[in-house]
Each structure stands twice: as C-alpha cells, then as structure tokens.
C-alpha cells in the first residue's frame, strides 16, 4: 500500500494533533473532578470544624461544670463544716480531703479555703501547700468580687441541693488571673445533713482555679483529639472559640489545628487522580491516533478511490472521463479561449504486434510522460484509451498552440528506448480552438477530430488545425455515405465499367473492373472519391461484394477473357472474406481461373499474416493474384518474394513518363526484367500514346491498358469493341 503513504502526513503531524486535542479534553477532566474533590472535601472539612468547635465549646462547658462539680464531692459534707472551723487546722486532713487531693484526682491547678470574712485560710498550688494568704493576693481580686455576689445568694437561699442537677449553690466564671484565663469556681462549705448550724451568708468557701492554657489544653488534645490547642488573644489560625469573661468580656480564644478529613483525602487523591488522568490521557491519545489514523486511512483510500476513477491506471494521466469534466468547465469560462489537442500515434499498433504489449504500454507510458514535459502546470494532458491522446490548453497565446504542436512532433522524433530496443514512431495532431469551433464540448471534440483524420490523411506525423471548411468536407462525406448506403441497398445508381487489357497482339485478353456511381443530382462520382469513404465506414465491404457479383456475372458472358476486381485493403481483413468470395464466385457460376484480384502495396504493407493466409488461400483456390499500382508508396521487392503474387501492374505514374528526359524508363525496363526473373506477369497501365505503347512493347512488355486503347466503358460496348475490332485496328 505504498502509495496510500502519499496521502499519510509526517508522524510528528499525527502525535501533534493528537496531543492538541487530548490535552483539552484532559484539562476539562482535571478541572471537573478537582472541582468536584474539592467541593466535597472542604465541605467535609467545614463539617468537620463545626463539629470540632461544638466538640471544644462543650468540653470548655463541662469543664466549667465539673470543677463545681468536683468541689462539691468535698464541700457537701459535714466533716469539711467541722474541720474547716476547728483550730488549729489540720492540714494534713485538708490536703488530702480539699487541697492537694483535688489537685491530684481532679487537675485543679490552684484551690484556697476562705473563711467567713473571706480571709484565706488554706492555699494549695499544682499540688503543693503554700502560703494562703501571700498565695491568695494573686487571686483575690476576682475572687473577692465572686466571693460577694455568693455570699449574698447564701444568705437569700437555701443552700442545699437545689436545681435539678441536685447541686448546692456555687459561683463559677472564666476570668483572667495574672494575666492568664482560667475557671475561678467558689462553693460554700455546707452541712450535707442539715444538723450543724451555720449562718446563712456566712459560710466557709472553697476556691477552685483551673487554668484554661495548661493541663486544660492538654487534656483537650489527648482525650478528644484536638490538635495543637491552644490560648491566644486573637482568633488567630482555622479554628477558635472565644472565651468570654464575666459580663460577656472576650477573654481571648482557645485555638487549634482544625482535623481536616477532606484535606487528608485530598492529598491523599491528588496523586491518585493524576495517576488516573495520566493513564486516561493515555487512553485517549491512543484512541484519538487510532481513530485519526483510520480516518486518514479511509480518506487516503477515498481518495485513491476517487483518482482511479478519473485516472488511467497506466500512465496516472486524467481519464476520458475527468477529461471530458475538465473540458467542460474550461468551455463554461467566459470570456476564455480554449483549445483541445488529440493525438494519436502512427504506427503504435507496429510495436504492440512486433515487441509485445509490454513494450507497448512502456511506450505509451513514456510518451505521456514527454507529453508532461511539454505543457503549462494548468493545462490538462489526458489519455482517452489506447494511444489516443488529448491536451486541453486554456487561454493559448495565438502562436502557442503550433509551438507545442511542433514541439511534440519534435519530441516525438526522438526514438523511444523501449525494453532494450529503439523504437521510432509518430503522432498525428488535430487542433480545435473554441474561437473557431464553438464552445460545445462534444462539437469541439468531433472537430479535434477531424482535424486529426485530416492530419494522419495528409502523410501522418503531422499537425493540422480545424477550419471551418473542413467541417464541410466532413459533413459532404457522411452525406455520401448516407447516399451510398442508400444506392447499395436499392442497387440504383451503381453499375460497372470494363476497361481492355491487351496483349501483344493488341488483341483485348482482359477487362478490369471499375465501379461507377452515377448520382442522381451530383453525376458520376469518381471511385477514388467514394471508394475511400466506403473503406472509412465499412461500407467497402457490401460494395466489394457487389463489385464481385457483377464482375462474375459479366466474365461468363467472355469466358476467353479474364475479369480483373480490384480488393481493398480493407476488405481482405474483414472477417469471412475469404469465405464470402468463394460463395460469390461459386453463386455466379464463375471459374477462379478467370478472376484476377488486384491488390495495392498498402496491403502488404501491413505485414499482416492473416492478409498473407487469406493470399495464399486465393491463390491456391485458383485466383490470380495482381499487385496493383506496383512502384508507387513502398514498392519493395522483399513483398513480391514473401507474398506470392503473380503479376505485377506498373503504375501508370511511370507509364506517362515515357519518352520524357527521365528515369522512368529505366525503372520501367528495371521492372520487367525483374518480373521475367521471379517468372511474375508485368503489365502496364496508363498507356495514353503511341510512344509509350512503343517503348513497353520494345522492353519487352506484353500486357497493357490504357485509354489509348480504351477507356472503361459499360459491358454492351465491350461487345461492340470486341465485335467492332475498333480496339484491334487502333492497336494495330
Ligand atoms: P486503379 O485500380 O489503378 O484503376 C485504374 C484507374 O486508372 C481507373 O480509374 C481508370 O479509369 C484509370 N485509367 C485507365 N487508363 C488510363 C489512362 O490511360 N490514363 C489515365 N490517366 N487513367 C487511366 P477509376 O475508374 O477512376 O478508378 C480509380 C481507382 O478506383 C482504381 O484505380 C481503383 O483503385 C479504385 N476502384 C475502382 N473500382 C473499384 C472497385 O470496384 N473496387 C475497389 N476496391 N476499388 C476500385
Ligand atoms: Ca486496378
Ligand atoms: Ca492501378
């Protein structure tokens, strides 16, 4: 499939185009299922932060609410009523039952015990007992003011359990304590039983402080999770909560690294979706090429589809049809001139018989690719079948169309090196330019035409140019062919004429045949013009059959004489003549050894064996055999030894030069001592004066016809010479 690869552009073409449309298509992807991951992850993200801040808001709460309720374990209780009063202190009970134990059990970071007057009188700090009342100045100031508020609700309530949580009075609030949050939470010291007496208001108090940016944060990270937690003034960072103070003062904000489970698949899908996309990209270019590359297959097939349709296969020139189209358009063109060139080769049969088709194909290829050197880049060259040519030229200049006339028949010849051999042929060249010819496609090519027929008429190798007059002549022939068709098959108008041959003696041995057409408006029309036009369209064929009959029927009437008929060439190359002959000659009655057939040069010209067998068969059957016109065209004697004939008529070409200062008379005596040497007959034709009757008689001629003996005449006057011995005496 190599010249599919004419139409397949360079790989680098292919991938580039691939790649164009991948990496949009690739790019939309990425973009949708990005856009998509990300919608998701960072709602699940947003999700998730909101939970987390629920999550930190309620631990903050709970923890508020447990250190109360942590204290209440030890302040609900009548032990802590009595030992908290007695003095001196036990210290060692209150460590372990208020102070350091809450420290140790509950992570309180500091805790103090106030007395009624709210005089410290106890202090522990992360575990240790210290100092109560140095220890206290750190606090005071916002305990004091809680401490107030307490006092009063005590001496208004009952202080045992109340609310639904069973829990006794309390103050707690997140405040700043030196400078760092933390949840101050005060509980009175109170009797779980009721039975020990305690003025209401006056109640010892227990303090609780729990730093919200030390055990706080930690706990916040290892029991639920919350990375990073921390305290600071500002909502710096993703994820906060405000800390507020009493009266709804913003302490600051806990903060953290948010938990982003989208931002974690993300980065753990990034790598896997570009993976993914790769290999899609992948997928696609590779379907992309293979789809690309079929098309272009299918279209590159297309396309040679469509140039074998319109091409010939042997030279890649345009067909007749892609001709015909090309043609047609250039017509349509306003205002343009247009001119079409047929060619056809002399002599190509030649090749084809004597080197094989091969060589013929080789010649026509070559031909057309000299005919491609020749012409402009926009006209057409076009084979229309076997060695028929056409070019189609466009807006010739006025000389241009006889410069590349000439220069095909230039070009031409040069011989051809065909398979080894020189080949040496010709071409004829018939022109029609629109301006003469009209603009109808099929008119300008019959006229092409027939400037062609007239170009191979006029000797061949040659060029000519249609005229209007031509057209005249051709149209003057199809009308006698209309007519003599007509006339052969009515039988009206055709007859024929007897020319004497006479022998020594001058006595008549034989008549030729000669057709006469006597038309009805035109007259006699000469065979020489009619005969030709017959053998064009295939009428000789009917005609010669005619001639033949007549000739025979008029031989039996002299059987002492011979009846020559004169055969085309193309009638002994039609097929069945031989056959059809004998039919006629036997219809009629006639012996063969009466008949003499006439035959021209041109038809051993041919070198036709089927013309050679078709002789000998005549030949053989008894017929003799005259090669007519002998000296004229391609007279060789190689012809009168390959062919067996067994006279031969000099042209009468010659016979009128007798007696003139010329070599016809060598020639003519050349002649008959080469007839008296291969043992043929000679006779002479177009003996018009004494003189040359003379002359052919002393070389030693002994057949002769001429009008001076006689010119053709119509069988009844044959009679009357004959009888009339007008001939003999005139002979004489
Ligand atoms: P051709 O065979 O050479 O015939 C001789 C021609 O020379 C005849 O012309 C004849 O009239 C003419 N002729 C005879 N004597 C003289 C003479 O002394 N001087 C001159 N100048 N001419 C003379 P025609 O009858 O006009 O025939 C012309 C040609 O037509 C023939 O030439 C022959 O080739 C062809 N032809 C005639 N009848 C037939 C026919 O029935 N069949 C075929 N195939 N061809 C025919
Ligand atoms: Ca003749
Ligand atoms: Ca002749």
Known sequence: ???????????????????????????????????????????????????????????????????????????YWDDAVIRTRERPLDMEWLDNNLGVWFHTYYKHDETYLLDSANRPIYAMQNGVRVQPEAAFQRVDEAALKLAAGLRRRLMVSHVAPEGSHGQTIGAVETGLIDGRPAIISLKPIVSETGEIAQQPGAQYLHLSIR???????????????????????????????????????????????????????EDRMVPALTAALLVIGLMISFLLGRIRRSRMELEASRAQAQHLAFHDSLTGLPNRALFEDRLEHALARRGSETAVLLLDLDRFKNVNDTLGHQAGDALIREFGLRLAGLIRSGDTISRLGGDEFAIILENPGSQEVHRLAKRILKEVDRPFDILGSQVHIGVSIGVALSAEAGTDRLEIVRKADIALYRAKDGGRNDYCLFNAFMDETVKLRSRIEEELREALSTGRGLCLHYQPQVGTNGRVIGLEALVRWDHPIRGLISPEQFVPIAEDCGLIVPLGEWVLGQACHTARRWPKLFVAINLSPVQLRAHGFFDNLMRIVRGAGADPANLQLEVTERVLLDDDESVKTVLAKLRDAGFTIVLDDFGTGYSSLSYLRRFEVDKIKIDRSFVQHLGEASESGAIVSAVLALGNALGLSVAAEGVETEAQQIFLNVAGCKEMQGYYFSRAVPAEEVERLLDGGSLSSEAA
């Open 1 to 75: 499939m190599g010249s599919l690869g004419i139409f397949n552009p360079g790989r680098n073409a292919l991938i580039r185009a691939v790649i164009l449309r991948t990496v949009p298509i690739l790019l939309v992807i990425a973009v949708g299922v990005g856009g998509i991951l990300h919608f998701s992850t960072s709602r699940s993200d947003a999700l998730a932060l909101e939970r987390q801040t629920k999550l930190v808001s309620f631990v903050l709460n709970q923890s508020i609410a447990a250190i109360a309720n942590d204290q209440e374990a030890s302040t």
């Open 211 to 265: 730093y919200l940016d030390g055990s706080f944060l930690a706990d916040l990270s290892k029991l639920y999770d919350i990375d990073n937690a921390g305290f600071s003034w500002s909502p710096t960072g993703a994820a906060s909560i405000p800390v507020s103070g009493p009266g709804d003062t913003k302490l600051g904000y806990i903060i953290w690294s948010p938990f982003e489970p989208g931002e974690q698949v």
